[in-house]
Each structure stands twice: as C-alpha cells, then as structure tokens.
C-alpha cells in the first residue's frame, strides 16, 4: 500500500488566463499572476494498493459518479506512468471551499491530488515539476503550489509551462481579498468550456491577448514597489477585459448576475468616497474585493450593510502547498 496526502490552497487569479493554446496539455494562451490564499483549500489523500481492482474517488465523503472518477483516473494515469505503476488508487478529497462555484476549487483540488499522489508514488517531484502536473489537472492548479504571489509562465510546451514564486518583501502579507459569495452552487458552465467557447467564437478573444503583456508587466511593478493601487487597478482592468470576452462568444454568455454588479458598483463607490479597494471576478457570480489589511474592516463594514455577513468570508495570503506527514493522515 502506498499512501500520500497533502493540503493545498485556492488562489485567485489578479492577471486571469483565460483560454488554452493546447486542450491536452493545457498550456495556456497567456501567462497569469495569482494570489494564494489562506480561508479556501482542498486536503486530498490518495492510496495506491494492489488490492483495488478500480480507482475509487470520494469528494466530502460521497462516493463519485463514474464521469467524476473518469476525470480523476485519466490525470492519476500520467502519475502512474511517471512512476511506472499500474495500481489502482482511491482518493478521498475534501474540499473547504465551495465546488465549481467560481471559487477555485480546480486550483486547491488538482494542486492537492497531485502532490498527493506523487508522494504516494514516491516521485520526488521539485516545486516545478509538481506545478507542470498539478497544470495537467487544472490550469490554475500550477499556481497553487506556491504561497503568496506566482506567476504561470505559459511556455510552450509540456516542459516550459509552470508556474514562479513571485518574491514580495511582505507585500503580499500586507493585503486582504474579501470573497462576496452571492451564489455557492455549481456553475452553469465550467471554466473550461467558457474558455474555449470564447477562444474559438469570440470576437473579442484577441483583445484581450494583446493587452495581457503590458497588465502583467504593470502588475509585477506594481508588486515590486508594493503600489496596492496600482495593483489594483490593473487587476479589475484584467477581470473585466477577461469577462468582456464571453459577451462576444457565440452563443454568447455572462458568469455575472444582477448580485455580482451589486457588489462590484459598491466598491467602485467605496473608492469615490476614498476607500482604496478593487475587484475581480473568475469563472462564477462571486466578487472578490482586494483591500490593504490597514482598510480591511472598514471595507468589510460596508459591505455587510448590503451582503449578510454569512456571504462575506475574509483572507489573506495563503502558503504553499503542504504533503501531510503519515501521523497526519487518517
Ligand atoms: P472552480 O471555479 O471551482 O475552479 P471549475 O469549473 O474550474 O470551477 O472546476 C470545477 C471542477 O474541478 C469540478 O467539477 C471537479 O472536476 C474539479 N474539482 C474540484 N474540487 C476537486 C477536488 N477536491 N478533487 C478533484 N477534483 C476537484
Ligand atoms: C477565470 O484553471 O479552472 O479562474 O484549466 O480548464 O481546469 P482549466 O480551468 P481553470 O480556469 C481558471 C479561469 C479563471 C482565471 C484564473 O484562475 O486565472
Ligand atoms: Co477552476
């Protein structure tokens, strides 16, 4: 029996990828810049025996559907070929973030079941080599393997795509993203196949692609002088050129709702009245509000007279990704 369990957390993307050069690889059509945080992970613990005659997956201890566990096979098939393995596993998931809500649960999920699975399997993976398979899951997973800031260099190929630790000086400790969750429930549409609906039909597509360059280059200036409004500014620049994209697909779609305006016309108004926040959005109706720690519960107070406080839900920086030691693992 080989056994492996790890933690991972969600990050929220302040530079979004949005579309894939490569379905199978996933190797993505842009780089990305993402914050990981501390409120949302996934705890995922995967065994291989030679007792199992199939892979088994339980997600918050309900036994998944075989489409579900398809999913789950096909990316523990490129572990066990690393490995050269031909066990059979189950993995039995948690998630402490709501599933496919636009919440990231694909990044704290893959990101957990990789690093899992190669500590089960024994592969010894570097950070790098972790962030290319947990990529291979999710494209946002490759971002999870770090705390605080990455970056996902797409690279152009199997080997060159990962995601970078982007180094802070305590930046990233020094702000807060409050989740306005307005709906917890499963998306419509998955981010995967909204992106590439809009790849191959939105006329907008490539917008958006030639102005991401200049958005990630303002945005890691932005870290490196610690500048939170430009940081922020460039980063609700990106979510609504990322977001305009899909009104132009066809058929044409939108992941927002008359809640997601709501929020987002709030913190356009808090900052008239010079409090400095921004918002972003990802593939779902829930606005994230970045905020410096130093406005956090003046910003939070705000919003609780229009959102109960139950759909509010504070973060900071998150860590990297954590292999549970054995005497963890239940
Ligand atoms: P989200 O906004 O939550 O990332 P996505 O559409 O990107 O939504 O991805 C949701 C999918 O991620 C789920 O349908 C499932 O396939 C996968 N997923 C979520 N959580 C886990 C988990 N803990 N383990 C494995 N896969 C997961
Ligand atoms: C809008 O990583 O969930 O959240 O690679 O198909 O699994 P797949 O998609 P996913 O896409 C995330 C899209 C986004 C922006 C972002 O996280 O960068
Ligand atoms: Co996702």
Redesign the pocket.
């Known amino acids: 029996m080989h056994s492996g369990k790890a933690r991972a957390y969600t990050n929220i993307a302040l530079i979004k990828y949005w579309g894939k050069a490569d379905q199978a690889f996933i190797l993505p059509m842009n780089n990305s810049l993402s914050l990981t945080l501390d409120a949302f992970y996934?705890e995922?613990e995967v065994v291989f025996s030679e007792d199992y005659t199939e892979d088994r997956f339980y997600?918050d201890g309900h036994l998944q559907d075989a489409k579900?566990t398809e999913?789950?096979s096909m990316f523990l098939d490129l572990v066990r070929q690393k490995a050269d393995s031909k066990l059979f596993a189950k993995v039995a998931?948690r998630?402490f973030v709501p599933?496919?809500?636009?919440?990231?649960?694909?990044?704290s999920?893959?990101a957990?079941?990789a690093g899992a699975a190669a500590e089960a399997l024994d592969l010894s993976l570097t950070p790098q080599e972790l962030s290319r398979l947990a990529r291979r899951g999710?494209g946002?997973a490759c971002r999870s393997i770090y705390g605080g800031f990455a970056e996902w260099q797409k690279g152009d190929s199997d080997e060159t795509s990962y995601a970078e630790a982007i180094p802070s000086e305590g930046f990233a400790e020094e702000l807060s993203m409050i989740f306005v969750v307005v709906n917890d429930q499963q998306?419509d549409i998955?981010?995967?196949d909204g992106m590439q609906r809009t790849v191959e039909t939105s006329a907008f597509y490539q917008g958006w692609l030639d102005t991401v360059p200049t958005d990630l280059s303002k945005a890691k200036k932005a870290i490196q002088k610690k500048d939170f409004q430009a940081l922020g500014e460039v980063t609700e620049a990106s979510a609504l050129k990322m977001h305009g994209t899909t009104l132009a697909a066809q058929p044409p779609f939108t992941y927002w709702s008359a809640e997601s305006m709501k929020a987002m016309s709030l913190v356009r108004q808090l900052r008239q009245e010079g409090l400095p926040c921004y918002f972003t959005m990802?593939?779902?109706p829930n606005v994230k509000v970045l905020v410096q720690k130093t406005h956090e519960k003046q910003v939070l107070q705000k919003l609780a007279e229009q959102f109960s406080r139950e759909q509010l839900i504070v973060a900071h920086a998150g860590p990297a990704i954590q292999i549970l030691p054995k005497e963890e693992r239940t």
Do not use: P
């Not at 809500?101 to 990044?107: E, N, P, V």
């Open positions: 996934t995922t997600l579900a999913k789950i998931s998630n599933t496919a809500a636009g919440l990231a649960s694909s990044a999920g893959l957990a079941l999710s946002s998306k998955s981010s995967r990802d593939a779902g």
